[in-house]
């Protein structure tokens, strides 16, 4: 399979390099580049001037001209708003609006003893194992069994302290 190479005319291709080169140097950078309207098409409003805002002419359709990124820069180091914002133009108000608040939660000190030695004794149990398991290999079989029954009846507690009925019209949900 052999491929071609397109043909290209020199002439032409540098002729139309420069005409590019010519209309971009004229153009000013904050000017927004608009595409040329399509007079082909035969609407009635394609001849008549855009967005001068007087009643019978036609605007450019989505509304006014978006600024261009020079203005949006200028704009943000200015702290302006812009002419027409964007989903993204927008600056936060710090204004309270009476939102939801939560309440301050209660200091850790404040829950139930029982419950808060029961979850001690039931992650402390078989961390105490481990270690006894990995440091202390001799450790005496009452230690031993004295650290299996705390955890047991510490985990005992906590799962007898868990609600007996479910109500059926509470999805869980709490404001």
């Not at 005409?19 to 035969?42: I, K, Q």
């Not at 007087?54 to 001209?65: Q, R, S, V």
């Amino acid at each position: 399979m052999s491929e071609r190479e397109p043909e290209h005319n020199e002439s032409t291709d540098e002729e139309v390099w420069l005409d590019l080169v010519a209309r971009l140097e004229h153009m000013d950078a904050s000017d927004p580049v608009r595409p040329e309207p399509d007079r082909s098409a035969g609407t009635p409003d394609a001849d008549a001037p855009r967005g001068s805002g007087e009643p019978g002419e036609a605007t450019p359709p989505g509304g006014p001209a978006a600024p261009t990124p020079a203005e949006r820069t200028r704009a943000i180091f200015e702290n302006q708003p812009l002419a027409s914002a964007g989903p993204r133009d927008y600056t936060a108000e710090d204004e309270d609006d009476g939102g939801f608040v939560p309440p301050e939660p209660p200091p850790l000190g404040t829950g139930e003893p029982l419950v808060v030695l029961s979850w001690l004794g039931t992650l402390a149990g078989p961390l105490l194992l481990l270690v006894f398991a990995m440091f202390w290999r001799t450790a005496p079989l009452p230690v031993i069994l004295g650290t299996v029954a705390v955890f047991a009846g510490s985990a005992a507690y906590l799962l007898f302290r868990l609600p007996q009925h479910r109500d059926e019209d509470d999805d869980g949900a709490a404001v």
